[in-house]
């Protein structure tokens, strides 16, 4: 993930301290890229009405995060998956998929701020994710012996 220096400043500047944000979640809904809602609360079963993201709030972040966004896309990798889900391709509804790339930039960027890690494409190996084929036949992926031993 790279950010032009004028960007990566513009957000460092309007974002100041990350430990004022308990989450990811919070940094999106504080920078506009969370879906907000008209919903009035009643549980029934129609579509949710009004979902967008806000309007009154940090614009200059949103601005940063989409104009990120682009530069992501334009790269290629993870970002740009991501969009073409959202747009098919890009060939509908470009301006969510920014919006959505921007959403998922942002969430990076507060785990990769909050744990002062650097950014790289391939994520790093799950907990306890070892090496599962030890046991198991190369070709087949077929385990070589009992899983259970027989009771007598």
Same mark, same amino acid.
């Given at each position: 993930? *790279? &950010?032009? =220096? ?13 430990? +004022? !944000? /308990? ?36 614009? *200059? &972040?949103? =601005? ?13 990798? +993870? !970002? /740009? ?72």
């Amino acid at each position: 993930m *790279t &950010l032009g =220096w004028i960007l990566a400043y513009t957000i460092l500047a309007e974002i100041g301290c990350i430990e +004022r !944000f /308990r989450s990811a979640k919070h940094l999106a809904s504080y920078c506009l890229l969370a879906p907000r809602g008209y919903d009035s609360g009643d549980e029934d079963d129609e579509v949710p009405k009004g979902r967008h993201v806000g309007r009154v709030g940090r614009r *200059t &972040l949103k =601005w940063a995060w989409i104009e990120a966004a682009h530069s992501a896309v334009k790269r290629g990798g +993870r !970002f /740009r998956k991501l969009f073409d889900r959202h747009t098919d391709s890009g060939k509908r509804n470009r301006n969510r998929g920014y919006i959505t790339v921007a959403h998922e930039l942002c969430r990076v960027a507060y785990v990769l701020w909050k744990k002062d890690v650097n950014y790289t494409d391939d994520p790093p190996p799950r907990p306890g994710g070892g090496s599962k084929c030890q046991i198991s036949c190369s070709e087949t992926g077929q385990p070589e012996g009992l899983m259970v031993a027989a009771a007598c």
